[in-house]
């Protein structure tokens, strides 16, 4: 398994690393119901609240509130609404694949603790500015292969218990019912 502590780490800002966008409002009584997911800023369900009859936004970003559950941050796989409280974050140099979003959702995460109601994360100054920490390759760039090899390793060993697991369940419950 690949380890974390095993890596050279290097703090970028979102500046050098993303294309921010802020959300928009939109009325509920010009929502029309649909297919794409209206994200807000809610802490649960992928910060999906409703679906709606369009988008603002392209699949492959990365959703984060500002506002409201300050710090949610959601890998979006679909087209999908940024209301006005969240903005869409998307990498300036390639295009994001889940693996390496699910990998910079929990770093950017770890921000949270640092913005409150009173102390918003203003996407200004202060999110631009912010500052993340990252494994980095040979030429001290973002070492997006190693993340994403990361996610993957850590969804193998997962899948590979839930199966362990379910298997143990079905041996189980086939025992009870030979009784």
Wanted: net charge positive.
């Amino acid at each position: 398994m690949l380890d974390l502590t095993e890596r050279e780490w290097k703090a970028f800002s979102f500046e050098e690393l993303f294309i921010v966008k802020r959300g928009e409002s939109v009325y509920k009584q010009y929502m029309k119901q649909g297919a794409y997911p209206y994200i807000s800023a809610s802490a649960m369900n992928n910060g999906i609240s409703g679906y709606i009859d369009r988008y603002n936004r392209d699949p492959h970003t990365i959703s984060l509130a500002y506002d409201g559950s300050i710090g949610s941050t959601f890998y979006q796989e679909t087209k999908w609404f940024a209301s006005e409280k969240i903005v869409s974050i998307e990498l300036k140099d390639r295009v994001m694949n889940r693996y390496v979003g699910l990998f910079l959702c929990q770093v950017i995460a770890h921000q949270k603790s640092k913005y409150s109601y009173g102390y918003k994360w203003s996407v200004g100054i202060r999110m631009m500015r912010g500052k993340i920490l990252l494994p980095i390759d040979q030429a001290g760039e973002p070492d997006y292969d190693f993340m994403e090899e990361y996610i993957k390793e850590r969804e193998k060993a997962m899948r590979e218990k839930y199966i362990e697991f379910s298997k143990q369940k079905i041996q189980s419950s086939l025992h009870k019912a030979e009784r």
